[in-house]
């Protein structure tokens, strides 16, 4: 059964650091695609990052790129979303998610999601 646990949330001023972990298990790691989501209120899910099965293909929104990064640890089965100059726009619920299939570095469909980690960031 596969299990997603987001962590490392929370109340950040702008300008700030932040760091998610995603503890994942259920599944072979090591051949699917990871991402983070996010959903603010009011507004729909949308990608944030992606970190490929193959370890070296990373995608990433516009609105995030240069200030946000994915990372996969193969060993320990998680993922990290290292968000720095956080700014009011990204205040969301950060998910982790895991493409429904395997060894493919696109992922058209997320299959499974986590519950959630709260980002509140304020000016």
């Known amino acids: 059964q596969v299990h997603l646990e987001e962590s490392g949330g929370g109340l950040v001023q702008a300008g700030d650091s932040l760091r998610l972990s995603c503890a994942a298990n259920?599944?072979?790691?090591?051949?699917?695609?990871m991402a983070w989501f996010r959903q603010a209120p009011g507004k729909e899910r949308e990608l944030v990052a992606a970190?490929?099965?193959?370890?070296?293909?990373?995608e990433y929104a516009d609105s995030v790129k240069v200030r946000f990064t994915i990372s996969r640890d193969n060993v320990k089965n998680t993922v990290a979303l290292q968000m720095t100059n956080l700014k009011r726009k990204d205040t969301a619920a950060y998910y982790c998610?895991?493409?429904?299939?395997?060894?493919?570095?696109?992922?058209?469909?997320?299959?499974?999601w986590g519950q959630g980690t709260q980002v509140t960031v304020s000016s």
């Open positions: 998610a895991v493409c429904r299939n395997s060894r493919t570095n696109y992922c058209p469909e997320y299959a499974y």
């Open positions: 259920g599944f072979t790691f090591t051949q699917y695609t």
């Open positions: 970190t490929g099965w193959t370890g070296d293909y990373r």
